[in-house]
């Protein structure tokens, strides 16, 4: 599956200057295929209320990990789509948890509060999870099949209520 790249609007919110001619789009996003030698790192992270959460632990499930730091705008951007996503695919097997790129707990906490944000957050206190899984671009999303394997790596904001989400997701939600 293709999906367009990233827009100049992305590329300066993430700190970057330019993004490769073939890849330039008005979508805000780049589909990357995760390959298929490539693989599959351990997910365990502890989460924002305490818990321990490992990706294994949701193998039949479709797991949607948005990587992400509340100083990053394109990130509170899509933080509200991901939470609409969230709860209208939890009927079909969908998991959506947002990964924490290095930021105090108790500013992740203040942050979602006043956003009335109620996503699950996993800490990613050293980053170590982010470079594991994505380019280090924010927000990163990596879309994980019910077996377990990743299908990619969405890199920059996207819509999750829309149609390019849709699509992406489609396939993997109705595979049971």
């Known amino acids: 599956m293709h999906l367009p790249a990233c827009t100049r609007r992305t590329l300066l919110a993430l700190g970057l200057g330019a993004c490769r001619p073939s890849q330039a789009t008005e979508a805000g996003f780049q589909w990357r295929p995760w390959a298929a030698g490539r693989a599959v790192p351990p997910l365990r992270l502890p989460s924002l209320d305490g818990a321990a959460w490992r990706l294994d632990a949701w193998r039949g499930r479709v797991v949607v990990a948005n ?27 969908l998991v959506v948890v947002t990964v924490n790129y290095r930021e105090d707990p108790g500013a992740i906490e203040r942050f979602l509060a006043s956003q009335r944000l109620a996503l699950p957050v996993l800490l990613d206190t050293d980053g170590s999870a982010a470079r594991a899984w994505t380019p280090m671009v924010f927000p990163s999303t990596v879309v994980v099949g019910r077996d377990g394997r990743p299908a990619g790596v969405l890199v920059g904001e996207l819509d999750w209520a829309g149609a390019a989400a849709a699509d992406l997701l489609r396939p993997l939600l109705g595979a049971r």
């Open 67 to 93: 990587f992400w730091a509340t100083w990053c705008e394109p990130c509170r951007a899509e933080l509200p789509s991901l939470a609409a996503l969230a709860a209208r695919h939890a009927g079909a097997g």
